[in-house]
């Protein structure tokens, strides 16, 4: 199951603090182009923005990314 979108892990994703591969290359497109995004722009609402995507993303294809869900709050 998929933390809220509040939940403090989601800003952790989308600036690099928490780290995880996936075997999928789309899931590390995501996260290293919200990484560098991030970096270009730090602002709150960039990260929200980000935050949102990311979280759109996982939503959608929640059967497709179940381990890289699961592995989100370890």
Do not use: C
């Not at 995004?37 to 059967?63: G, H, K, M, V």
């Amino acid at each position: 199951m998929l933390p809220e979108i509040d939940h403090p892990v989601w800003a952790e994703i989308v600036t690099g603090k928490k780290r995880f591969q996936s075997n999928r290359p789309t899931f590390n497109l995501l996260l290293q182009s919200n990484k560098m995004n991030y970096e270009r722009d730090p602002s709150p609402e960039n990260l929200q923005a980000l935050i949102a995507r990311t979280y759109s993303f996982l939503s959608q294809y929640q059967a497709l990314f179940a381990g890289e869900i699961a592995s989100i709050l370890e």
